[in-house]
């Protein structure tokens, strides 16, 4: 499981742990009560101030935990509930003014050199979510930062049906904004839509929609995209290589497959339709030697399938055939491909 929705499920859970502890115990055995729901996530209470419970409603000035790959402070956590419910072990809403998140550096070289994060399927991830126990979680301000950047976001999630609201900055540029919720024909179908904006220019608009199965999910839909300015935003210059590419706006049509099995999720196939305004996909490249221009005509019909006996990618990019595959040496990533006509 890619870890920033492992870190949002973490994030979640942990909140209705704390809630709950507080709720169902009295003020004075609160704190043990929390070491062990911080326990079971991973994490070690550190400090905790400000704690009030009250009929119908709980909360608590500042909390900060700590786990061998992040550091967590929450401020100002709210909840309601009333006694009905909270026999049954739920709560009404949970409101959090500021949460701070650190992930450490040894987290993204773990995120980078694989680990047991992809263990985890989507339909365990959706049965987790949903079986929360709080109705609705909103938090004011969230702050995450890693050694990648910094996310400042708003947030609101609920369980039942299930949705989940996002709006915020990236490394204090990028505008964000995401929004899951369930569809009216299923509770495992979600139509999800994300923009990336710039000031008032788009960089990437997509509407999708994601289907979740115990075997199998598939995520389906429609991409408008600024090709140059998201690299340009998001991509180092070292990565680019003095790549430019010339289209302003990029259309891409797309269905990825995903697999469920003992080691975890597997990219099942990829299929991809690109086009634009014009009528070719103009790349340049500048070096010692001069420019090369490169131009492909567009539409472009592109799958990608995996090939289990080297652990690659077969690619298929209209007339062009090749491989695709991702390396890991040194706690670095190499990505090398070849594609002939």
């Not at 289209?247 to 597997?266: C, H, I, M, P, Y």
Request: proline share 3%.
């Amino acid at each position: 499981m890619p870890r920033p929705v492992k870190t949002l499920l973490i994030l979640l859970g942990l909140i209705s742990a704390v809630a709950v502890g507080l709720l169902l115990n009295p003020a004075l055995i609160a704190r043990p009560v929390l070491e062990s729901a911080l326990s079971d996530a991973g994490f070690r209470l550190q400090r905790l101030e400000g704690l009030a419970i009250s009929l119908g409603s709980a909360s608590v000035n500042r909390l900060q935990a700590e786990s061998d790959t992040m550091i967590l402070n929450l401020e100002g956590v709210n909840s309601t509930f009333d006694f009905s419910e909270l026999l049954g072990g739920r709560m009404n809403a949970i409101k959090v003014g500021s949460l701070a998140l650190q992930i450490k550096e040894a987290a993204n070289e773990e995120s980078s050199t694989g680990s047991d994060s992809s263990n985890l399927d989507p339909a365990q991830l959706l049965d987790m979510l949903t079986q929360l126990p709080v109705a609705e979680i909103s938090v004011q301000a969230a702050r995450v930062t890693s050694t990648l950047g910094e996310l400042n976001s708003e947030l609101h999630f609920q369980t039942s049906p299930l949705s989940l609201a996002a709006t915020g900055t990236w490394s204090g540029a990028s505008e964000l904004a995401l929004s899951l919720s369930s569809t009216a024909q299923s509770e495992s179908r979600f139509a999800v839509e994300m923009r990336v904006a710039e000031g008032n220019v788009a960089l990437l608009q997509a509407n999708t929609e994601l289907s979740i199965a115990a075997a199998e999910s598939a995520v389906s839909g429609t991409i408008e995209f600024d090709p140059q300015a998201l690299a340009n935003e998001f991509m180092s210059s070292e990565l680019l290589n003095d790549w430019v590419l010339f289209n302003e706006q990029l259309q891409a049509d797309f269905r990825t497959v995903f697999t469920t099995d003992n080691s975890g999720l597997q990219l099942e196939s990829l299929s991809v339709d690109l086009d634009g305004a014009g009528s070719a996909l103009q790349l340049a490249k500048s070096d010692e030697a001069g420019r090369t221009l490169t131009q492909l005509s567009l539409p472009i019909a592109i799958s990608l399938l995996p090939n289990t006996v080297n652990e690659s990618f077969r690619i298929q990019a209209s007339d062009l055939y090749g491989t695709l595959s991702l390396t890991e040496a040194d706690n670095e990533m190499y990505l090398e491909a070849s594609l002939t006509e």
